[in-house]
């Protein structure tokens, strides 16, 4: 079975840490996303990969960066963690033009 | 710009009853159309797509969804919802900006009543 797997379902930091949320795909996928998750916002995208060392910014890049060294994985880093960076944070991937294969998600708290 | 409405924040239904879910896009291409649904704690996982041909797409779970070009809506149809739908839905449309990506909406949460 296909599989996006996110390294962990919760996290809890402190304000200011440098947090690192992992997302390894298994499918050969060119693409890779990150999206963050709040109620009545639905996803937005904070950024977005489709080859390996190469990286878009999405809709919401403040305050994130990515890294994407080996085709199977996307990073996504929180310099500085705030509190309005509590969140759920979902990675997808997918092919070219096809549809979208997501995490289980991370729910990041920043205390 | 490119967007994607769900007008119905919460909607309501007795188990065994008909649904229908609300989406509307902004798009000026041709647009791949999606509905995902997301169980609370998990991912969302994909229900039906529509790309091209046949508007009326069939997905998994008994979905479906007709994709009509003049309202410029896709809304998601189950003819007899069962208990174990209660989810939040979410619509999207890939645009291709350069790049590939989708638009979500802001979702639907869906109670169903025993």
């Known amino acids: 079975d296909v599989k996006v797997t996110q390294s962990s379902r919760y996290l809890v930091k402190r304000t200011g840490e440098k947090v690192f949320l992992e997302c390894v795909q298994d499918?050969?996928?060119?693409?890779m996303f990150w999206y963050r998750q709040d109620p009545g916002l639905g996803l937005r995208l904070i950024y977005f990969s489709y080859d390996v060392k190469m990286k878009e910014k999405g809709d919401i890049p403040e305050g994130y960066s990515v890294s994407r060294e080996k085709k199977e994985r996307f990073s996504l880093i929180l310099e500085s963690a705030s509190t309005n960076q509590t969140s759920m944070y979902l990675c997808a991937s997918s092919s070219q033009g096809g549809g979208y294969t997501f995490g289980s998600g991370t729910r990041l708290t920043v205390v | 710009a490119q967007s994607v409405t769900q007008p119905d924040i919460h909607i309501t239904v007795s188990e065994g009853a008909s649904l229908e879910l609300r989406c509307n896009y902004s798009?000026?291409?041709?647009?791949?159309l999606f509905w995902y649904v997301q169980s609370p704690g998990q991912g969302l996982q994909l229900l039906l797509k529509?790309?091209?041909?046949?508007?009326l797409v069939q997905g998994i779970k008994g979905f479906e969804a007709e994709f009509k070009r003049s309202q410029s809506s896709f809304n998601l149809r189950k003819p007899s919802v069962h208990w174990s739908d209660a989810a939040e839905y979410f619509c999207?449309?890939?645009?291709?900006?350069?790049?590939?990506?989708?638009?979500f909406g802001t979702g639907t949460r869906l109670k169903v009543l025993a």
């Open positions: 529509y790309f091209s041909g046949d508007t």
């Open positions: 999207a449309v890939g645009v291709n900006s350069g790049t590939y990506k989708y638009i």
């Open positions: 499918m050969d996928h060119e693409n």
């Open positions: 798009y000026g291409a041709t647009p791949y």
